[in-house]
């Protein structure tokens, strides 16, 4: 099974600032998808954004970024100009391309301080 | 616009009851999952199903059991509840394809006294 590692269980970042939140993952395939999702406070998981490993170009979704480096097996998440709301738990998520299964980190806790 | 429900956000059981967690989506979904949730452990998998009727064991089936007999409605049974069993629990659905993401439903917090 793939696994993926977030090493850093908590993270702060000062409203306005840039943050970058870290993930590597261990597999032996050449096409996958990765995601990053989002769960606010008692809230709903939600996706953040999602790279497709066959894709150089890294993905980007307004305010939020991906550093994808595929042959470090690295998929960082960069949040600019940080809000009170990115506050989180931010999880990392790989799936193969033939795969029904989602393999998760243990999730980074993002806190935005005002 | 995506919807997936759980039954419950907040229950309450006691040790030996049989617990049903319901979890039911609305897109059509060919995989739903089972996830529980606990501090520092991230998201760890119970079992999916990729279709009606079928089941497959996740990282942590034990104590656990599920039903699909309708594509929508994906249940978590726990046959005889027990203290280690407090967590929060996460239904999740995605379709087949590999790119397509996973979308959550609000969670169960489920408290075993």
């Known amino acids: 099974a793939q696994t993926v590692t977030q090493s850093q269980p908590e993270m702060s970042v000062q409203e306005a600032e840039t943050v970058t939140l870290s993930c590597t993952y261990d597999?032996?395939?050449?096409?996958?998808?990765l995601f990053w999702y989002k769960q606010p406070p008692s809230r709903q998981m939600i996706l953040v954004i999602r790279q497709e490993a066959y894709k150089q170009q890294n993905a980007t979704e307004n305010r939020f970024s991906v550093n994808f480096q595929k042959a470090a097996k690295s998929f960082s998440l960069k949040i600019s100009d940080s809000q009170l709301g990115d506050a989180a738990m931010y999880f990392c998520a790989y799936r193969s391309v033939n795969g029904n299964q989602f393999y998760f980190g243990t999730g980074t806790s993002l806190t935005v301080i005002p | 616009d995506v919807k997936v429900t759980q039954s419950s956000r907040y229950l309450v059981k006691r040790t030996g009851e049989k617990v049903f967690l319901e979890c039911v989506q609305d897109?059509?979904?060919?995989?739903m999952f089972w996830y529980r949730q606990d501090p520092g452990l991230g998201l760890r998998l119970i079992y999916f199903s990729y279709d009606v009727k079928m089941k497959e064991k996740g990282d942590i089936p034990e104590g656990y059991s599920v039903s699909r007999e309708k594509k929508e409605r994906f249940s978590l049974i726990l046959e005889s509840a027990s203290t280690n069993q407090t967590s929060m629990y996460l239904c999740?659905?995605?379709?087949?394809?590999?790119?397509?993401?996973?979308?959550f439903g609000d969670g169960t917090r489920l408290s075993i006294l």
């Open positions: 597999t032996s395939e050449s096409d996958y998808y």
């Open positions: 897109m059509d979904h060919e995989n």
């Open positions: 999740a659905s995605s379709y087949i394809q590999g790119h397509q993401p996973q979308h």
